[in-house]
């Protein structure tokens, strides 16, 4: 007898669909899974024999096949647990398979038939309700997170014995609620970084804009600091993108879903795989879990040469393309780059009388940051050593009232731009459309001449200075926007 049932595998940050067929025949009792499937899915068979065994359904003493389509996707995980069960069950005639037609199954099965939660729930939600599905069971921890997708029946069970429901037209689990989101932590105040006006304006500017900051200092002096408040001053998220760090957090595994934005601190050891996302099926990296937030990488100039470089076409495009013998995948990369160096390998800098660094350790330390990809970060702010009155004195601004410019500088680039795009994601085109005085115009163009900007520089200076002029909420950039962007861009002092 032949029974069929739909699940999922993971690929990326997305759910695949898989066709699950179990046929029952006579013959030595065999059970095989042929279609691709990895290590953990062919150790299926022992859990589901021993799940059902032990929740008092009857395991068929014949040769059971299933088969696993498409033939050539890669099935991983054990995801495919549950419905490969409730196959095998509606083809041996313990259940009644008509009543599960058009509903999509996941979950991973204990021995004792208790089905155990599984990574991705929210898109494998997502993924049938594209397939056209009626609904999707899955185990009782998923079953909250999966209901925050629209349009799409969940039902979560905590036992595969449930499904002896289906003898009697019922069908199994409850209803799950949707996932409240976790209660948010309290973020550090950007009040605590004193004095550093310069810092504080490009903490603004890169929150308000989306822009890449990279801020070169001796240790100590709030660079770390002021790295770890940024996320405080940028808006809330609204629902779509809720949804969005929601699906990457659940296939990751990364925690329980929250409102605020995705704050990732890599160490510097980290690889390039590990960075922008590897392996095979390739799994998201560092740069994908910061999606929708911050990536800060402390002590850039630490890091291994080869990560560093992967990162420049995520800073252009907003997105990472993985590529394998057997297909690629792109992955969402929208981050916002927070990055801190010291200026020599000891710290003091070679302006100081007490560095101790030679010139060519100092060239070997800083080539590790190639031109290339210094030239998409937006802005390069150098940090000294705050006074001992900036310490004594008084704390700066709090993040609530530098939040709120920010807030009002994202709604004038949303009119323009469109909802949820930043001025650092406009293109050529929508550049062109930027209105500039005349005084702005004579001096971008002498700048490009002055100082050779190459045609990136040129275009990531001019949505610099647009931030600055929404900031300061002008339909027009200003000649004094314009001298803001170019300062920033060529390491200011503090």
Not at 485 to 491: D, K, N, S
Request: with cysteine.
């Amino acid at each position: 007898m032949l029974a069929e049932t739909t699940s999922f595998t993971l690929e990326g940050i997305a759910a695949s669909p898989v066709r699950v067929e179990v046929d029952i025949h006579r013959g030595l009792p065999s059970f095989q899974i042929v279609g691709l499937p990895d290590a953990a899915v062919r150790e299926a068979r022992e859990r589901v024999r021993a799940a059902l065994v032990n929740t008092g359904f009857e395991f068929p003493m014949r040769r059971i096949t299933a088969n696993l389509a498409p033939a050539d996707l890669k099935k991983a995980g054990p995801a495919l647990d549950l419905a490969l069960a409730t196959g095998l069950l509606a083809a041996a005639g313990e259940i009644p398979g008509a009543e599960l037609r058009g509903w999509a199954l996941a979950g991973e099965l204990a021995l004792d038939g208790s089905v155990r939660p599984v990574r991705g729930a929210l898109a494998m939600a997502e993924a049938a309700r594209g397939e056209g599905c009626r609904g999707v069971i899955l185990p009782a921890a998923n079953g909250p997170e999966a209901a925050l997708a629209p349009g799409v029946e969940v039902r979560a069970i905590e036992s595969i014995a449930e499904f002896r429901e289906l003898e009697r037209g019922r069908l199994p689990g409850v209803r799950p609620a949707p996932a409240g989101l976790a209660e948010a932590r309290g973020l550090p105040d950007l009040r605590d970084l004193r004095g550093q006006a310069n810092l504080r304006r490009a903490i603004e500017v890169a929150a308000a804009g989306g822009h890449a900051l990279l801020m070169i200092g001796p240790p100590g002096s709030g660079k770390s600091l002021a790295a770890r408040r940024f996320p405080s001053v940028l808006p809330p998220m609204g629902s779509d993108e809720i949804l969005e760090v929601a699906r990457i957090a659940g296939i990751c595994g990364s925690g329980p879903i929250r409102a605020e934005r995705p704050f990732r601190a890599p160490h510097h050891t980290v690889s390039a795989a590990g960075l922008v996302g590897g392996g095979s099926p390739p799994r998201p990296g560092e740069i994908t879990l910061a999606h929708r937030g911050v990536l800060f990488l402390d002590e850039l100039c630490e890091f291994r040469r080869p990560a560093l470089e992967a990162l420049r076409e995520p800073l252009e495009s907003g997105e990472v393309t993985i590529s394998r013998v057997n297909g690629h995948r792109t992955l969402p990369a929208g981050f916002t780059l927070i990055a801190a160096a010291n200026p020599c390998p000891c710290g003091r800098g070679d302006e100081d009388p007490d560095c101790v660094c030679r010139a060519a350790a100092i060239g070997r330390y800083r080539s590790t940051l190639s031109g290339a990809l210094a030239d998409r970060i937006d802005m390069i702010v150098a940090v000294a050593q705050p006074g001992p009155e900036a310490m004594a004195g008084p704390g700066g601004e709090p993040s609530a009232s530098v939040r709120a410019r920010v807030v009002r500088a994202r709604e004038r680039m949303a009119e323009r731009l469109g909802a949820g795009r930043t001025n650092a994601e406009a293109d050529r085109s929508e550049l062109a459309r930027f209105e500039l005085d005349a005084a702005a115009r004579s001096l971008l163009a002498e700048a490009a001449r002055s100082q050779r900007l190459s045609g990136r520089s040129h275009d990531r200076t001019l949505r610099l200075a647009r931030t600055i002029a929404d900031l300061d909420d002008r339909r027009t950039v200003r000649e004094e926007h314009l001298a803001g962007a170019l300062q920033l861009r060529r390491r200011a002092g503090p």
